[in-house]
Every structure is written in structure tokens, then in C-alpha cells.
């Protein structure tokens, strides 16, 4: 029992020394990705502006050795193989620039006082962005990849909480796109682009945009790049949003509240290409108006 | 075209391509190629500057259509007559004859505009029907964005991209020779997307002539992307074929046509282009005969003779193009492009320009255009072209338009511009004639000029009027044809109701029209016979009405109306231009969808007495009905179309262009496989 008192005392006391402490230090642990960079250096600014301080360590193939012996308060991991190489490190951590897909084929083992912010946006803000700026398209098509298959049925379930009738073509192959969308665009108003390597690539994307176009239907679609190479509306969350979220996390668990294991992106943008818009004749409202009365539907 | 230019810029190309697969967990930050870029983007009909017609897939297919000319008459004020049954003319408000001369006409952009005489040789275009994305027409000037010859409209046909993996084939088999194909296959994947298309058109013409032709064409276009900014975009395509001319006689012709294309476009953003291109295009048209015509003589002056006609005319002409456009700010109010173009046309044809050399004609052009929204209620756009050519007038074509809307789906355009037709090198520099047989000519030559001065009829005109005359002998100094237009036009765009309207008021005002003036050259006579120069002499004004609507009234159906009353008045100097617009033009295409995959389609065509220009007879008012019935259905799994067409399918004879070549019903069977 005594022995029980001792130990709780030291690791209070441990855990007060660092989380009280005026400058707690923070190690990013980071893939080698230009995004994981630029919200490296996005989080190297926060913190020093927060007073903290912070250490930088790029994982590769190879987990570096340093990695165990680097002392911190938290740690970020940025990008999958960071997240994967810090997980049982026994340190508060924040995960980020993660796929839901990536998370669903590699499932993580359980860790206390760890948080994972995916990239992915929630299937509600979807539907609702859909419904904000489309009130009279119901009908949403949807290409569904490998990566997609298994969240179909949920997909159809929430759409149809909207209001809105998911219509779900499967894609098994790069070719077969183009024939995919030509029978799935007459019966759909919107084409919904969700993150699938097999469906939405470099390669891909001009015959699905292409295709889209000629037929009037406009792309609803999940990145900045995406909506300037023509989807019409495109929901993504900058790194600039992502690390927004990956300092208040931080400060939530130094604090020492709980955090969900998984989280949704909190902040987002809503870009519309206005030049597709216009030549597709639909009149939308303007960005600032669908980010901000999304925001109030979340 | 020639090839290393483009296979040293596609290894270059290749050389630069940086694209690695993108990496599974970050889709959200993988960079993109501009996919649809401001040259793809097409711009709503209700904010052009201009009236325009858009022609889709769909109603290309539903109209039946077998070759592009037969599309227009789909389109407001549209009039499309055949001389014979492959030389069509395609003529928007009047003012033509076979050699359409005031519309531009273009595919993806680059003119087909005949450096020659003028007007466009439609059975050669190197496309299929099926190869054709959507065709837009601006009704009325367009020389602001175009330049010279977009004087009465403007044609352009787009074709279609590469989209992925895609093989498709059209047979068309009916009666009056009409035997057509086309196979086309689409492929490449990621960084290179290329389609390919090859295919022919035959029929016989019309029943009283023998006027059968058969073109054969290929077209491929390659897109290559360099990088998520940079594409090379790089075409070829050819036709060649033959056909007969039955006038006086039968005369035969082969023609071959090649063009190329290559461009390369960078693109930062959706609404920031920048391209280059140069284009190459080159034609040759041979009427190679050699025949002997029977000279009846005249008693105790001349004796018979058999002559030989030496008919080898060949025409060759070649057209290379540099130009560059700039466009910015397509996501923001204001939005403008900006750009240049030089131009050379080569023409070679010792008959028709008595020169055994080339002769070029010169062009440079720049020009800007702008498009700034006021307000939710006003855009203003604004535009013009400076044109510097050889053969015709240095100028400017500006155009000024404003689109007010009235309430959502309503607005007024209004619109005022001017354009104008640089003098073809025929209309400026003919000679056209043909070499007198040295027999002739030394008989002539026995005849005291006294006896051959007061010769009696018919010999007279016998002999002044000779297959050896000069038919034509152009003394230049011609001038560019000038047009002012005005137009008012309300726009109804109201998706709910699937309707879009336009109903528009214009009037033009047209001066110094180019016709054949009558003049007399001497020949080897010594007596003088009556023969053609050019002249800008006539004035014409035109105005009317036109009315367009489309509409899906319920699901599966489709109904497009276009109807004009147009007035002409004219000075009507050199030729009779108040009888070559019909006073009324109407046409309706009703598609539906039926059960059972069966799709139907009936077409109504009504043009008003007319007249073509050069030799063209008074036509009376005429109508006609096209049926298409068609079914789609799975054939080994792929889509599969089988149709029946019928075109004036309850076959009225009206007479077409002359009052000789009677227009009778043409029905064929259409299969279409896509794989």
C-alpha cells in the first residue's frame, strides 16, 4: 500500500513537473512529406509563440534511435508512420495527418492520453454542405474504390438522414472509371469525391473531371487541389487548420483532460471554383456564406 | 506538318514528367493538374456578349444528322443548300452563294476558313460526326474575338477529348450509295491520353446529276501533361477523297487535306491560361481532265474542229499559324483574355491566278477582351481585334455588350459591334481561264479581222463565248467588306421549368459588299468577251427577328424551336442580295425517350422563297420532316444502337440551290457500338 502511496506520489509529481511547467517541450515526430513539414513549421511557430519548446525528429523507413531517448512533455506524430512509430511511447500524443482509411487497414493499439485528428471530414458535414449548396439535387453519386466499399452502408444511412439518396457505383480498377461514370451520371445531380487512391488521382482526374462536366453534374470533393482542377465545391481542412486543432489538443491533454481517441477535423474550409459554377449555370452562395452556415450545422 | 518539331517537343516533354503514384495516405494534399481550365470551360449562353447557339451531343445524335452541315439547320436564320450533293453551303442571313465567304468556321479554335475562295469545303473536314463534343455558333459578328471573316457568324466546332479507355464504331447503310463508317479508340492513361478516329463518307448525290463523292478521314490528338500546370496538346488529321461536278459536264476532282496542331498551354490556376500553338494546314484539289469538245465551224470562215479541253486545275493551298492567348481572372469580377496571331496563307494555281508561283497573303492580329461584372444585375463586356493583313484593310473590330437581368433567369442583352471580310486572293488577284489550243488559234489568226468584226449570231457568241474565254480577270484593289450590327435581345434561363428562350431584335448594316462585276477582256479573237472582275459596290441592310427556345417539358423529352423573319434591303447593284434571304426560317426537333430503350425523334425544316447568288434559281418556299427511330440495347455486354433515319421522309420534291437537283427522301440504317 505504502509502496502504491510512493509511486502515485512521484508520477503526480512527475507529471506535475512537466505539465505545470512553464515551458513544457514538445517533440514533433514527423514523415518526410511536404505537408508534414509545413505543419512541422507551422507548430515550431505556435509553440515558441506559446512560450513551449519543442524538437523535431523525420521518421523514415527506419525508426531513429534518438526517438526513445528524446525527452518532452507531448509528442506530435505527423503523418501515419509517425503516429504508428510513436504510439507506445507512454507520452501524451497528438496524431495527425492521418487517413481514416489508412487507420482502418492498420489498426492502432490502444493508447491512453493519445488523440489521432484524421483527415478526413465527417460524413454529416457532407451531406449537410450538399443539402446547403445543392437545395435541389438530391440524388449523390458516388465512385467507391476499394477504400470506400466497406463504408457505403453508413455513407447511405446518414445521406438519407438528409434527405439525400446516395447512388453508389463500385470501381475495381483505374480503366473502368469512365465507363462507371457513364452509367452512374444519369442517375445521379451531384458526383460526391471522397479520398480513394484508386478512384481520385493524378491520373484519373481529368477523365473524371472531364466526364463530369460534359454531363452537367457538378463535383463535390475533399481537397484544395481538387476544386482548382474543377470540382465545383471542394471541403478540406488546411495545414494551418490542422495545426490549430493539434495545439489545442495538446493543451487539452497537458491539462490533463481526456481526448477522444479519434477526432474529426474541428476547422475546415469550403472553396468553390466559381469559374466551373458559372459555366455549370448553378448560382451558389458565396464561400464565406456556405463555410459559415455549415459551421452552424455541425 | 512537319513531324521533328513535335518529336522533339513530346522527348522533351517526356523527359520532364515528375509524376510519381501518389502516395495512399495523403490524397488530401496531392497535388492536381487544372483539369477544367478557362479554354474547356464553356461560358453560359446568357452571359456571352453575343447571340449563340450551342449544339450538344445529344441533339447532334437526335437530329439524325450524317454529316456537320445538316446540323445547322438547327440553328436561327441557318440556311443550308447543296450546289451539288457534296458541295453544301451553309448561310446565315443571306448575302451567298456556293462559296459561303461571311461565316468563320473553325475546329477546337483553328479557322478552316479557305485561304482560296473563301468559305469552308465541307465534305472534306477530317472529322466524323461522332468525333464533334458540341458546336457553337455566335450568331452575328464576332470579329472581336475572331477577327476578320467572323463577319456574319461564327462556326466552331469542338471536338472531343480523351476521357479514358473507349473503342466505338458507326456504320451507316442506305440507299443512294450512302455508305459511311467511322471506328474511333480513346486510350492512355495518367500523363498521356490520346484518341483516334478513321472513317469515310460516300453517297451518290442527287438523282439528276452524277455527282457521287466518298471522303476518307483520320484524326488523333494526343494530350500530354507535363507536370499539375503544363500540357502539350499535339493533333494531326487528314481527308482525301473524290467526287464529280456535273455542270456543263462531268468533272471529276480528288482533294487531300492535311492539318496539324500542336500547343502547349500552362495553367496555374482556374482562371490564369497561358497558351501557344502552332497550326499547319495544307490543301490540294486537282480537277484533272483532258477531253475533246467539237468545234461546229462556220461556213466558209472557220472549219469544224475537235479541241482538246485541257482541264489539269489544280489548286494547292498551304496556311501556318503562330498565336498565343493569355486569360486571367475567371474566378473574379473582372475577367479578360488577351493574345496575338500571325498568319500566312500560301496559294499556288496557274489556272485560277494565270501564275505559276505561290502567292502569300500576310496577317497579324492582337487582340483583348473583357468581361467585368458590376453587379449581381449588370456585366459589361468589351473587346476588340486589331487585324494587319495584306489582302484587305487594317482595322479595328470592337464589340460592346451589357447583360442586364431583370429578375433570376430573365435578362436583356444589348450589343453593338463591328466586323469585317478581307477580299479572298480569288476575288483580288483571278485570272482565270484556260489555254487555247494552238489550232484554234491559228484558225482564228486566218480570219481577216474585219470578217471576224462582223460575224452574225450565233457565231458571234460562239465564238466569243468559247470554253477558251476568260472567265474571270480581277483588276484588285478591293477593299474589306465592313459590318456595323446592333442587336437586343431578351434571355429566359429558367432550370426549374428546364426552359432557356432567347428572343432578339438586330439590325446590320453592310457595306461594300464583294460581288463579280461584269466586264470585257479581249481575247485571242481579237474581239472582246464578257467576263468578271470584283468590285465592292453593294450596301445591304438587314434586320429581323429570331427566336430560339429550348425546353424539357417532361422527362425523356426535348423539344428545340428556332424561327427567324428577317428584311433585307439592298442596293442591289451587282447582284440580286434582297432574294437571297428567306423572309421566314423555322426549325423544331422534338426527341423522346420511350419505353423499352426506343428513342424517337422527329425533325421540322422550313425555309421561305430564296435565291443563291451566282447562277442560284428562285426556290420556292420549302419544308421537310426527318424521323429517327432508334433503339439502344446490350450486345455482348456493350452498348449498342441500331436506328432508322429518315430525312424528308414524306419526300417532297423541292428544288435545292437550282431548280434541277430536287431534294427526295434518304433513309439509311445507323449502328453504333460502343466497347
Same mark, same amino acid.
Given at each position: 500500500?505504502?509502496?502504491?502511496? /510512493? ?6 509529481? /512527475? ?40 524538437? =523535431? ?166 481537397? =484544395? ?18 495545426? =490549430? ?43 464565406? =456564406? ?9 | ?36 481550365? %478557362? ?11 453575343? %447571340? ?67 468559305? +469552308? ?46 473503342? @466505338? ?28 478516329? +478513321?472513317?469515310?463518307? %460516300? ?93 461546229? @465551224?462556220?461556213? @466558209? ?7 482538246? +479541253? ?160 476568260? *472567265? ?44 463579280? *462585276? ?69 426549325? +423544331? ?87
Amino acid at each position: 500500500m505504502l509502496q502504491r502511496l /510512493i509511486w502515485l506520489t512521484l508520477v503526480l509529481a /512527475i507529471w506535475a513537473s512537466t505539465s505545470a511547467s512553464a515551458a513544457p517541450r514538445i517533440v514533433v515526430v514527423r514523415d518526410d512529406s511536404p505537408v508534414a513539414r509545413q505543419v512541422a513549421d507551422m507548430l515550431g511557430h505556435e509553440v515558441s509563440r506559446l512560450g513551449w519548446s519543442s524538437a =523535431e525528429i523525420v521518421v523514415g523507413d527506419q525508426l531513429p534511435a534518438d526517438l526513445r531517448r528524446e525527452e518532452g512533455a507531448a509528442t506530435v506524430a505527423l503523418g501515419f508512420t509517425a503516429v504508428q512509430a510513436t504510439r507506445l511511447l507512454g507520452r501524451p500524443t497528438v496524431g495527425a495527418l492521418v487517413t481514416r482509411a489508412a487507420m482502418e487497414e492498420s489498426p492502432l493499439p490502444p493508447a491512453e492520453r493519445s488523440t489521432v485528428i484524421m483527415l478526413d471530414q465527417p460524413v454529416e458535414r457532407w451531406s449537410a454542405l450538399i443539402r446547403l449548396a445543392f437545395a435541389d439535387r438530391s440524388l449523390v453519386g458516388l465512385l467507391a474504390g476499394p477504400t470506400l466499399q466497406r463504408s457505403i452502408r453508413t455513407l447511405e444511412r446518414k445521406f438519407q438522414d438528409r434527405g439525400l439518396v446516395l447512388v453508389a457505383e463500385t470501381v475495381n480498377s483505374g480503366e473502368s472509371i469512365v465507363p462507371t461514370l457513364d452509367r452512374l451520371l444519369p442517375r445521379t445531380r451531384v458526383l460526391l469525391a471522397l479520398p480513394d487512391p484508386l478512384v481520385h488521382n493524378r491520373g484519373t482526374v481529368q477523365p473524371l473531371l472531364l466526364t463530369t462536366y460534359r454531363a452537367g453534374i457538378p463535383v463535390v470533393a475533399y481537397s =484544395e487541389a481538387y476544386v482548382n482542377a474543377g470540382a465545383t465545391i471542394s471541403l478540406y481542412s488546411t495545414p494551418k487548420q490542422v495545426s =490549430e486543432q493539434i495545439i489545442e489538443s495538446l493543451q487539452q491533454l497537458l491539462e490533463g483532460h481526456p481526448a477522444a481517441a479519434l477526432q474529426s477535423p474541428r476547422y475546415f474550409t469550403v472553396g468553390v471554383n466559381r469559374a466551373v459554377a458559372r459555366s455549370l449555370g448553378l448560382s451558389l452562395p458565396s464561400d464565406g =456564406e456556405l463555410q459559415e452556415r455549415l459551421q452552424g450545422t455541425d | 506538318m512537319s513531324k521533328k518539331p513535335i518529336l522533339v517537343l513530346v522527348a522533351l516533354a517526356t523527359a520532364r514528367i515528375t509524376f510519381a503514384a501518389g502516395s495512399p495516405a495523403e490524397p488530401f494534399f496531392d497535388e492536381l493538374p487544372v483539369v477544367l481550365s %478557362a479554354s474547356r470551360l464553356v461560358q453560359p449562353v446568357a452571359d456571352a456578349p453575343a %447571340a449563340v447557339t450551342v449544339i450538344d451531343r445529344e441533339t447532334i445524335r437526335a437530329s439524325g444528322a450524317r454529316q456537320v452541315q445538316e446540323l445547322f439547320r438547327l440553328v436561327p436564320g441557318f440556311v443550308v443548300g447543296y450546289r451539288n450533293g457534296h458541295e453544301p453551303s451553309v448561310s446565315y442571313q443571306g448575302l451567298a452563294d456556293g462559296y459561303v465567304r461571311r461565316l468563320q468556321v473553325m475546329i477546337d479554335g483553328v479557322s478552316i476558313y479557305s485561304p482560296v475562295y473563301g468559305g +469552308v469545303d465541307w465534305r472534306e473536314l477530317p472529322i466524323a460526326i461522332d468525333d464533334i463534343e458540341r458546336i457553337e455558333i455566335v450568331r452575328g459578328p464576332n470579329g472581336a474575338s475572331f477577327g476578320a471573316n467572323a463577319f456574319l457568324a461564327m462556326i466552331n466546332i469542338i471536338t472531343r477529348e480523351a476521357v479514358g479507355h473507349e473503342t @466505338g464504331l458507326t456504320l451507316n447503310a442506305g440507299r443512294d450509295g450512302i455508305a459511311d463508317w467511322n471506328a474511333r479508340h480513346s486510350g492512355g492513361d495518367g500523363n498521356l491520353l490520346y484518341r483516334i478516329s +478513321v472513317g469515310q463518307r %460516300a453517297d451518290n448525290g442527287f438523282d439528276a446529276v452524277s455527282d457521287n463523292s466518298r471522303t476518307g478521314f483520320m484524326n488523333l490528338r494526343a494530350n500530354l501533361r507535363l507536370d499539375s500546370t503544363e500540357e502539350v496538346a499535339a493533333s494531326v488529321a487528314a481527308s482525301n477523297g473524290s467526287g464529280q461536278i456535273d455542270e456543263n459536264f462531268v468533272r471529276p476532282q480528288t482533294f487531300e487535306n492535311y492539318h496539324g496542331n500542336l500547343r502547349w498551354t500552362r495553367t496555374t490556376d482556374a482562371g490564369s491560361e497561358f497558351w501557344l500553338q502552332l497550326n499547319h494546314a495544307q490543301r490540294h484539289l486537282t480537277e484533272d481532265q483532258h477531253y475533246l469538245t467539237r468545234m461546229p @465551224g462556220i461556213p @466558209g470562215i472557220l472549219p469544224a474542229m475537235d479541241l482538246p +479541253v485541257d482541264m489539269a486545275y489544280k489548286v494547292e493551298a498551304t496556311r501556318d499559324e503562330f498565336e498565343t492567348q493569355w486569360t486571367a481572372g475567371s474566378t473574379s469580377a473582372l475577367r479578360w483574355l488577351g493574345g496575338g496571331q500571325w498568319r500566312q496563307d500560301a496559294v499556288r494555281s496557274p489556272g485560277l491566278f494565270d501564275n505559276p508561283g505561290w502567292l502569300r497573303n500576310n496577317l497579324w492580329r492582337l487582340f483583348a477582351n473583357a468581361e467585368y461584372r458590376l453587379s449581381e444585375r449588370l456585366l459589361l463586356h468589351a473587346g476588340a481585334t486589331y487585324e494587319h493583313p495584306s489582302l484587305g484593310d487594317s482595322g479595328l473590330s470592337p464589340r460592346v455588350a451589357a447583360i442586364a437581368t431583370l429578375a433570376p433567369g430573365h435578362s436583356l442583352r444589348f450589343s453593338v459591334s463591328h466586323a469585317q471580310r478581307n477580299p479572298t486572293p480569288y476575288e483580288e488577284s483571278t485570272q482565270h481561264g484556260y489555254a487555247v489550243p494552238d489550232a484554234l488559234r491559228e484558225a482564228v489568226a486566218a480570219i481577216p479581222p474585219e470578217k471576224l468584226a462582223s460575224l452574225p449570231e450565233p457565231y458571234k457568241t460562239m465564238i466569243q463565248q468559247t470554253v477558251y474565254r476568260q *472567265f474571270a480577270m480581277a483588276s484588285g484593289g478591293l477593299v474589306s467588306e465592313k459590318i456595323f450590327s446592333a442587336d437586343i435581345a431578351y434571355q429566359a434561363h429558367l432550370p426549374a421549368l428546364h426552359l432557356d428562350g432567347e428572343l432578339r431584335y438586330f439590325h446590320n448594316r453592310i457595306t461594300g459588299l464583294i460581288y463579280t *462585276f461584269p466586264i470585257s477582256v479581249p481575247t485571242f479573237t481579237g474581239l472582246k468577251n464578257d467576263s468578271w472582275d470584283f468590285r465592292n459596290r453593294d450596301d445591304a441592310h438587314v434586320q429581323g427577328i429570331e427566336g430560339s427556345l429550348n425546353w424539357s417539358p417532361w422527362a425523356g423529352g426535348q423539344v428545340n424551336v428556332a424561327a427567324t423573319h428577317t428584311r433585307i434591303r439592298s442596293s442591289n447593284l451587282d447582284a440580286n442580295y434582297s432574294a437571297t434571304v428567306p423572309d421566314r426560317t423555322a426549325s +423544331v426537333l422534338l426527341r423522346q425517350q420511350l419505353p423499352a430503350d426506343f428513342a424517337v425523334s422527329v425533325g421540322y425544316y422550313f425555309v421561305g422563297p430564296m435565291r443563291w447568288l451566282s447562277g442560284g434559281d428562285p426556290l420556292p418556299a420549302s419544308e421537310r420532316f426527318d424521323l429517327r427511330l432508334a433503339r439502344t440495347f446490350l450486345w455482348d455486354g456493350h452498348r449498342t444502337e441500331l436506328a432508322a433515319i429518315a430525312q424528308n421522309i414524306t419526300d417532297r420534291h423541292y428544288p435545292d440551290f437550282f431548280d434541277y437537283l430536287v431534294a427526295r427522301r434518304l433513309a439509311w440504317l445507323q449502328l453504333r457500338y460502343e466497347y
